[in-house]
Nanobody, 123 residues
Framework: QVQLEESGGGLVQAGGSLRLSCAAS????????MGWFRQCPGREREFVAM????????YYSDSAKGRFAISRDGAHNTMYLQMNGLKPEDTAVYYC????????????????WGQGTQVTVSS
């Protein structure tokens, strides 16, 4: 059974940085991709970024491009999201998830999810 656990969220001022981690276990991920999503109260879960585990190829949403960087550490089965230049509109619960496909930006394409970590950006 795949298990994902996020960490690294918190409160930060606008313009600051945070690094989120997603520790993965219960499977080999070489044939999978992993992604970050976020969700604000009353809104749909939104794609942020994804990475192909085998070669590190990444893909970003327009809102994340240029400010966020996704990476993975295969030796420790951990994925990261480095977030720089944070804005109040980045405030959300951030989730990591995994999918068998590539280029999947819809939540329904992901079959395992973590519990989420809160990121709050103050103005």
């Amino acid at each position: 059974q795949v298990q994902l656990e996020e960490s690294g969220g918190g409160l930060v001022q606008a313009g600051g940085s945070l690094r989120l981690s997603c520790a993965a276990s219960g499977s080999t991920f070489s044939q999978r991709a992993m992604g970050w999503f976020r969700q604000c109260p009353g809104r749909e879960r939104e794609f942020v970024a994804m990475i192909r585990w085998s070669d590190g190829t990444s893909y970003y949403s327009d809102s994340a491009k240029g400010r966020f960087a996704i990476s993975r550490d295969g030796a420790h089965n951990t994925m990261y999201l480095q977030m720089n230049g944070l804005k109040p509109e980045d405030t959300a619960v951030y989730y990591c998830a995994t999918t068998r496909g590539w280029g999947q930006t819809l939540p329904r394409a992901y079959d395992f999810w973590g519990q989420g970590t809160q990121v709050t950006v103050s103005s």
